[in-house]
């Protein structure tokens, strides 16, 4: 005799079984239907702007393009191989603007695909060197800058130029020229002439400036900002020096450094090397003796350790991305303002857009955006720019472009000795400050920074204000 509750138990697995046998059919009959394609192709083949195909990364869905100088892309209408059944949006059909970024998407059956477009336009000089020594070419502001090495003769040098293709240059690469002034070089593509100013510079002597770093030596430095940073000092200044804070603690004499700077960009914390008691007494031995401190970027953070401020009065708003991190701004070129400070030595020639304001990063490159300032207004209990200086006993220099005022950020300060003791000590500590720019998470390279060369000035300017 079967029981009831086995009849009930029967039931109900026979009523499972139906339901899944639905479900499949069904899901049969769904993949049978032709309006649902999830199947069909949605990758571009080609992508041409005025007749140059794009490299496409089908992975990542970018598109990039490098263009001969002179290029108009304002208003182009691509050429572009879709597969069979696909449409693409923005219709490309219509004139478009590659002077920007711009998203496509790619839709075929049920599937879609996003792609970015970035077209590089190239510069119209690629290299100027003299006796070897490469020239910092300054895009933006037409300028071509030469640090050779103290006693050169400069009257009668001849440059070695590479110029784009359709590019051509008077006086032409290889023609001696006299670099006592400036000399004017004008580039030339179809009916677009531009003027370069060479400008070129010997190294500063007898100056004593030291590169400090974790690293061994200069040659062990891994982070590529710090390097090009140090590999920049080592150019301009014949007497710079690479120094340890290893070095520091085995007992280095600090005293024969005019200046020490500390440009530490390869992590957000102090790295506990520069922790250690015998490194912090020395630096701040050295600061008492009237030893001057440049610290760029994180490196600020170092500030409250040397007790050149009071505990708790660092920098308040530290962040910032590490590779395969980081970004493009591709709208905007980021500055600074030192509205009320145009007179103080740090800022002398360098290459303004407006009267106190100058870029230092420009749009289009990659970024990590490494940031150690101060933010005043809601942040600290600062309130504003006077009352930074009166808890800190620095001196705000810089903020951010927007800030006329200077009572929103702290971007750039000095921290003055007491006049018989204490050296001086300035701080850098803007994402705009980047000496390098990475290639993109797909290994894009990144476009050159025209306005490095303010970042160089602007160096320099400080190296030689704390000399004094």
């Known amino acids: 005799m079967i029981k009831a509750s086995t009849i009930c138990t029967y039931r109900y697995l026979a009523s499972l079984a139906f339901a899944m046998l639905f479900v499949l059919f069904s899901c049969e009959e769904d993949n049978e239907n032709p309006d649902f394609v999830l ?49 693409i949006s923005p219709a490309i059909t219509t004139p478009t603007n590659f002077g920007q970024e711009v998203e496509y998407t790619v839709v075929n059956g049920n599937l879609y695909k996003k792609y970015k477009v970035r077209v590089q336009i190239l510069q119209p000089i690629l290299r100027f060197a003299l006796n070897g020594v490469e020239g910092a070419i300054d895009h933006a502001n037409k300028t071509i800058s030469v640090v050779l090495p103290s006693g050169t003769n400069v009257s009668a040098l001849t440059p070695e130029i590479e110029v784009s293709t359709g590019v051509s240059i008077n006086p032409a690469s290889g023609a001696p020229q006299d670099f006592s002034s400036p000399k004017v070089y004008t580039i030339t593509a179809g009916n677009r002439s531009e003027e370069y100013t060479v400008t070129v510079s010997l190294q500063t002597v007898g100056l004593n400036v030291a590169f400090l770093g974790v690293a061994a030596n200069r040659g062990a430095l891994t982070n590529p900002d710090e390097k090009a940073a140090a590999d920049w000092l080592f150019s301009k200044f014949s007497d710079a020096a690479y120094l340890s804070f290893d070095e520091i603690i085995g007992g280095r004499d600090l005293n024969q450094f005019d200046v020490i700077w500390w440009h530490h960009d390869a992590a957000m914390e102090l790295p506990g090397v520069a922790l250690e008691a015998k490194a912090v007494n020395a630096l701040k031995n050295y600061r008492a003796a009237g030893g001057n401190l440049l610290l760029t970027t994180f490196a600020a953070r170092y500030l409250e350790t040397l007790n050149v401020i009071p505990q708790g009065k660092g920098p308040n708003n530290v962040f910032g991305d590490f590779p395969p991190a980081g970004f493009v701004d591709q709208n905007s070129s980021w500055g600074i303002s030192f509205k009320g400070h145009e007179d103080h030595p740090i800022f002398a020639g360098l290459q ?44 705000n220099l810089a903020s951010e472009a927007w800030d006329d005022q200077l009572n929103g950020r702290v971007g750039i300060a000095e921290f003055p000795g007491n006049g018989t003791s204490d050296g001086n000590v300035v701080v850098i500590v803007f994402g705009a400050y980047d000496w390098f720019n990475e290639p993109d998470a797909n290994g894009t390279p990144s476009q050159a920074n025209a306005f490095r060369s303010n970042i160089e000035r602007l160096t320099e300017n400080s190296i030689k204000y704390l000399a004094e």
């Open 39 to 87: 199947s069909a192709p949605v990758q571009i083949a080609s992508f041409q702007i005025n007749g140059v195909n794009g490299t496409i990364d089908q992975k990542s869905g970018a598109i990039v393009f490098s263009l001969p100088y002179n290029s108009n892309v304002s208003a182009v209408t691509p050429t572009v191989e879709l597969p069979a059944g696909a449409t």
């Open 352 to 395: 303004t857009y407006e009267t106190g304001k100058a870029y230092l990063l420009e749009k289009g490159t990659f970024r990590l955006n490494h940031v150690a300032w101060w933010f005043l207004p809601e942040w600290g209990g600062y309130g504003n720019g006077a009352g930074w200086r009166q808890q800190t006993g620095g001196v």
